[in-house]
């Protein structure tokens, strides 16, 4: 018996879902980005596509949440179909509200039937729970229970100015964004909670949560097995056929 070169293969330890905010007010364009404003949904699209480029041997899955939540990606490892079935999300296609317990308690159904030992839901919302059926504390109440850490972001600018015809005026852009439930999410799951309030900030909390929860496989070794006993034999019979030729 032959044995090869040792072979290694990694699995992932960790289920990663994203849960992001579809409500109508993702629309509004107060997130710097370089020298341009960009609405907030865009802003998340481009930043998180970048998150999850890095999250190789991760299994992630996509909830989109506006007046109900849906699965839009199941947990998977293909990160080229979760970045493309984010960037194809729609403002208004699923409604203008915003069902943010409903968006945790379908990431918590979803984890049900993982194995990994690891289960960390990422939250992006920039408003209150408006609508659906599920409180959102209710529902980290729940997600705490099957081990699952939720990170929480709230996005929007807060204060800009706002330039009108002839004058200009400051206006808080983010007084719907209920700071404190995201807060109590966060600490109640053993997750945190950020303030994004441009793309840069994005960038940096991604960064962060990376750091926080790096990935995280397990190595397997082994080694390919080649049985030798048909080379004698494959032999054997090749040298019996010689003899028949040579008696002849």
């Not at 699965?71 to 729609?90: G, H, I, K, S, Y």
């Not at 200009?168 to 209920?178: E, F, H, I």
């Not at 900030?201 to 990376?210: E, G, K, R, V």
């Amino acid at each position: 018996m032959w044995y090869g070169e040792p072979i290694s293969t990694t699995t992932s330890h960790r289920d990663l879902m994203l849960v992001v905010d579809l409500s109508y007010s993702m629309s509004q364009e107060d997130m710097q980005s370089g020298q341009q404003m960009v609405d907030r949904l865009t802003a998340v699209k481009q930043v998180l596509s970048e998150f999850i480029a890095q999250r190789e041997g991760d299994r992630i899955g996509l909830i989109l949440f506006a007046d109900h939540a849906y699965l839009q990606t199941p947990l998977t490892l293909d990160r080229q179909t979760v970045t493309e079935q984010l960037n194809q999300a729609v403002l208004k296609l699923i409604g203008t509200q915003t069902a943010m317990g409903e968006g945790i308690g379908l990431a918590t159904k979803t984890f049900i039937d993982s194995a990994a030992p690891q289960r960390v839901m990422i939250l992006l919302s920039d408003g209150s729970n408006t609508a659906g059926v599920l409180d959102p504390l209710e529902a980290a109440n729940i997600a705490k229970q099957y081990q699952t850490t939720i990170y929480t972001v709230g996005v929007g600018a807060g204060e800009m100015i706002v330039k009108d015809f002839l004058f200009s005026r400051k206006v808080n852009t983010a007084q719907d964004l209920d700071e404190k439930t995201l807060q109590t999410i966060a600490s109640t799951t053993g997750g945190q909670y950020f303030r994004a309030r441009n793309q840069q900030d994005l960038q940096s909390i991604y960064d962060t949560i990376n750091q926080l929860e790096p990935i995280s496989q397990s190595n397997q070794t082994w080694r390919p097995q080649t049985e030798w006993f048909f080379y004698p034999l494959s032999l054997a019979l090749l040298l019996s056929v010689v003899l028949v030729f040579v008696r002849r």
